[in-house]
Every structure is written in structure tokens, then in C-alpha cells.
């Protein structure tokens, strides 16, 4: 058996175009506690690109491996880890700017950030879902409480997180209202937005009013909406943010509704993906995959993530954009 394993290295931020190479590194070795994944796929996400460019130079050596989803089998463990065995299938989402990444042959991970892959589901859509359902899941549970009745918007409904948000929300018993393009609108009502507004056609402040305001806001958009946010809120309301705005805010009116605010940096573990699971066995959570590259075409997936095309004018799909790292065994 190889004791090498296949990876795409980030060799030097800024663009896509000359940031990775493939190169042959060792294969991890698990520790305590520890499982070794054969990763079957993985996806990229914005975190991926803000890694590339530079933004987290601080936390990433150069070389080296990025990503952060996995779908895959456990092919060993180490001392002590017991609650999975080999030919598992699993799926979870990496610590982030921890270790290793994802875009990788194999990978090692404490068995506590792992769960059972949902069975209604391929390696790709896990693969797809993994960090943006975590991000969902953490910012309308555990941040924001979210309880049936209530009203959520969801700004950038038809995005990752967005998509997978609606979803949760609805799944949750609320009342959801996005933001999403014209072209999107039907896509994110069939995911269980009960309004949509189209932000480039006009002021979304004035539609949200006229619905009775909302409980929840959940920015994946940035620019004013932290600002603006108090706006539409009813009295207590909550904010969730997952967007890095380095620009100032004014939150003063926030103290006229009483609201609370929530700056969300993903942290991965069991519990969640568990409760995604959940959700997934219900058919309440799918992920939309728009395109699956495999891992040599990294650098390529990163610019259909930006917005820019490749091959014969080819452009980012709508939905999430899967690597498959490499083919299941018979």
C-alpha cells in the first residue's frame, strides 16, 4: 500500500490562476483519538478563496493544504478512537486554519468532529453541505434561538449558506423572507422561502416593514446590513453576521429595538451535523450542487467561485461547487 497521498498545495496567495500545485506528500498517521479519512470529496467556499488570497496570511504557512468539508470512508484509527471503524462512512468539517486541509487524499481528524454520513446523501452533496450547514445550523440555533413562529430574513437566500439557511428556518417552523436576484427567486421559494425581495431592483428596508418586520436577520451579504438591520426588527430582535465588514457600522439605533448582535466564525463538531442528519432523513435539508470538478481542477473551481469563467466561457453555476477528490472503491 502507498504511503503517499495526492494534494493540490496552496504554493502562494493571490490569484487562482498559479496558486496551486499538485504535489505527492506523506500520508497522515492518526493519533489518540484520532481517524484517518480516505476523502472521496470535498467542496470550496468563500472561506477557501479569503485563505488564497491572503486574508489569513498570519494563521497559513505557505505550502500548504487548504479546505475544509470532507465526505469519505475511514480507512484507520488511532489509540482510543473507538466509535468508528474501518469502511465508515463519514462526513464532517474540518477545524478551520487548523492543521491539514481538505484538499487532500487523506485526512486526519479528532473522531469527536465526525458523523456518520446521512444516507440520503452522495459523498458530493455532503461534501456540499458540510461547512454551509454547520454555518446555518450554528447561526439560527445556537446563536440566534430561532423558534417556530417567528419571522427570519435571510439576506442572500440563493448563496451557500443562504440556501442552506432557508431551509433550516423552515424546518424550524419559521416564517422565512430572502433577498435573492429575479433569476433566483423560484429556486429559493422551492427551498421554503415564504417571501422573497429582490435587492437589486429597489430598497428591501420598505417590504420588510410592510410585512410586520422580522425576529432574525442573517447577514451572509455584508456591506450596510449590520446598519440597517434595526430597521426592519422587531423588539428583541436578533442579528447574526458570518460576513468580515471592515468597514465602521453605526449600530446606535440597534438600542431602540433591544437588539442583540452575533458575529459568527464557524466552529465544527458532531453535534451539528448529527441534527443535520436529522434534517436530511426528514427532507427538510438538501444541498444544490451546480458543479463537481475533480481535485486537479482546484485553482479552476476557485474562479467559477469568483465569478470568472474557465474552459469554453464556462461560469459560476448557481449552488455549490463540489471537488471529487477521488473515485469510491468497489
Known sequence: MSTSMRVMELVRFGGAEDAFAARELPRPTPGPGQVLVRVLATSVNPLDLQTRRGDYRDHVALPAVIGNDVSGVVVGTGPGADD????DDVWYLAPVLVGQGTYAEFHVVDQALVARKPAGLSHTEAAGLALVGVTAWEALVERAGVKAGERVLVHGGAGGVGS???QVAHALGAEVVTTAR???HEFVTGLGADTVIDFSAGDYVPQVRDLGGVNVV???????????SPEVLADRGRVVSIVDTPEPQNLLAAWGVNATYHFLFVSPGRAKLEALDRLVDQGGLRPDIGAVLPLGDIAEAHTLLEGGSVGEGRRRPRGKIAIAVQPELG
Do not use: E
Request: positive net charge; hydrophobic residues 40%.
Open 218 to 228: 442573517l447577514d451572509t451579504v455584508g456591506r450596510d446590513t449590520l446598519t440597517r
Open 164 to 166: 442552506a439557511a432557508i
Open 182 to 184: 429575479a433569476k433566483d
Open 84 to 87: 468508528f471503524r474501518p469502511g
